[in-house]
């Protein structure tokens, strides 16, 4: 299966964050899976990277060609695919992936999240969403979510369109095992009548 990861791309980041990076992207490789990532050789990025590497596994970078600087882009992918722009590669990353994983990062790891789950929400999208959830990094965004929805600007529903989980063992069985429900959109907005 191929996975989407997103994630960090700064090493100023607490190692708890690193390792359980690294983590994931040995269990990955371990379970046969392959990575479809940014191609940054750092954060979060490059420790999913690492991780799968490490663990002989099959890596797919994608990034624009604007980021081939030295340092900056992963040197051990199988495959490295070259773009002209971030939207071009947000496409690719999406038309190659069976699943999508949010690991703790900053705003362009959340601006790819959310492009996936309203894909999702408007049925576009019918594969798996996973966040994880290292060390409570995500609690906030859960309680957000949630309030989105209390306060109706989204559905309830809409909060099953993805799952949070606290370790990488746990997310990759709801990734293998997913199967994804009906989405009517009706159901998924809030529509005056």
Known sequence: ?????????????DK?????????????ARRGHSLIFGGGACGLMGAVARGMSRGNGK??????????????????????IYTETMRERKQL???????????????GTFEEFFEIFTLKQLGRLKKAI???????YYDA????MQRTADEHFMQPE???????FEDCGS???????????????RNMKYIEK
């Open 1 to 13: 299966m191929n996975i989407c990861v997103y994630g960090a791309s700064s090493d100023a980041i």
């Open 16 to 28: 708890k964050y690193i390792k359980a990076g690294e983590k994931l992207g040995e269990e990955m």
């Open 59 to 80: 890596i797919i970078g994608i990034a624009p060609s604007f980021f081939n600087v030295d340092g900056v882009l992963y040197d051990k992918c199988d495959e490295f």
């Open 93 to 107: 990353m999406e038309d190659k992936s069976d699943a999508f994983t949010m690991t703790p990062g900053g705003i």
């Open 130 to 136: 996973a966040v994880l959830n290292t060390g409570g």
């Open 141 to 144: 965004f859960s309680d957000l």
């Open 158 to 164: 809409s909060l099953t369109l993805y799952s949070l």
């Open 171 to 185: 997310l990759l069985d709801y990734i293998e095992t997913y199967t994804c429900p009906d989405i009517d959109i």
